[in-house]
């Protein structure tokens, strides 16, 4: 079983700076690819950046030049850096550990239990 740990969460005022953290336990063999989505209320849940274990971004544009997300291999943690956040940063953050075993044909979304992140106006 693999299970992510959050933390970083909080309340912060538009314009202000969060850091959210994921760690990922567990025996984890492959190839993984990190990353971090959210949801709003009313929304479906979207994606918010990705990072492959050789370092490769991806990030949704409402994000790009604001979040960044960095990754420790070492310790299976990733990291989401987010700065400049706006009032529709508003939603539940979630960790995800996407795993891939090529040799048992075998893909598996892993999520962390949801952080709340506010931004008031």
């Known amino acids: 079983q693999v299970q992510l740990v959050e933390s970083g969460g909080g309340l912060v005022q538009a314009g202000g700076s969060l850091r959210l953290s994921c760690a990922a336990s567990?025996?984890?063999?492959?190839?993984?690819?990190m990353g971090w989505y959210r949801q709003a209320p009313g929304n479906q849940r979207e994606l918010v950046a990705t990072?492959?274990?050789?370092?490769?971004?991806n990030y949704a544009d409402s994000v790009k030049g604001r979040f960044t997300i960095s990754r420790d291999n070492a310790k299976n943690s990733v990291y989401l850096q987010m700065n400049s956040l706006k009032p529709e940063d508003t939603a539940v953050y979630y960790c995800?550990?996407?795993?891939?075993?090529?040799?048992?044909?075998?893909?598996?979304?892993?999520w962390g239990q949801g952080t709340q992140v506010t931004v008031s106006s």
């Open positions: 995800n550990l996407h795993l891939t075993l090529r040799s048992a044909s075998f893909e598996y979304d892993y």
């Open positions: 567990g025996n984890i063999f492959g190839i993984n690819v």
């Open positions: 990072i492959t274990s050789g370092g490769r971004l």
